[in-house]
């Protein structure tokens, strides 16, 4: 079965620093996507970025890039010119290339922004 | 920009009773999920629904869970008998298509409490 692991419970950053959010994830799958949703307190998740695994250029949406590393089965999200906005849990997911519905979910990462 | 919406917010029942968490997807979309987050525990997989029946279910997804679209607009989830570890926050999501291009958008989720 599919894992998605986030070590990180809690990251803090400066604002307008850049900050990095690890995951790490675990299948035997060779195709598949991954995402990072973002969930600001008592409001809903959104998409922030998302890369399939068939592509080797990392996704990029603004301010926000991953490290899709296929072979370390990392998928970093990288921050940039951080924004007191960004402020939220993190959570990067998985999803089977076979599956068109099931996210497999990490624990997630609390962002907090200092300003 | 249309929304997801869930009711209620906050539910608090009595072990054994019939819940029902309602939803409103946004008008347009076809593709229709419950996902779940116990306190603590990473966000899970119940079900998804397409052209009016359950496209995938989870193991969680037990004869005590049943969903439906009764009217055309509204996506309810009921558990028949609720049991502590029924307590979560359940949150909906609907997508206009399936797989990676079906962006899924949530909502705020519901956050039930099973006493």
């Known amino acids: 079965a599919q894992t998605v692991t986030q070590s990180q419970p809690e990251m803090s950053v400066q604002e307008a620093e850049t900050v990095t959010l690890s995951c790490t994830y675990d299948t035997s799958e060779s195709d598949y996507y991954l995402f990072w949703y973002k969930q600001p307190p008592s409001r809903q998740m959104i998409l922030v970025i998302r890369q399939e695994a068939y592509k080797q250029q990392n996704a990029t949406e603004n301010r926000f890039s991953v490290n899709f590393q296929k072979a370390a089965k990392s998928f970093s999200l990288k921050i940039s010119d951080s924004q007191l906005g960004d402020a939220a849990m993190y959570f990067c997911a998985y999803r089977s290339g076979d599956s068109n519905y099931q996210l497999i979910w990490g624990a997630g990462t609390k962002l907090i922004i200092k300003p | 920009e249309p929304e997801v919406t869930q009711t209620p917010s906050h539910q608090v029942t009595q072990m054994g009773q019939e819940v029902i968490l309602r939803c409103v997807p946004i008008?347009?979309?076809?593709?229709f999920y419950w996902y779940r987050q116990i306190l603590g525990q990473k966000v899970e997989f119940l079900v998804s629904?397409?052209?009016?029946?359950?496209?995938?279910k989870s193991e969680i997804f037990d004869d005590q869970f049943s969903v439906e679209r009764p009217d055309g607009s509204n996506f309810t989830l009921k558990i028949r008998s609720t049991k502590l570890e029924d307590s979560a926050m359940y949150f909906c999501a609907s997508s206009i298509h399936r797989g990676l291009t079906g962006e899924l958008f949530f909502g705020e989720g519901s956050r039930l409490t099973v006493l």
């Open positions: 008008s347009n979309h076809l593709y």
């Open positions: 629904f397409y052209n009016n029946e359950i496209s995938e």
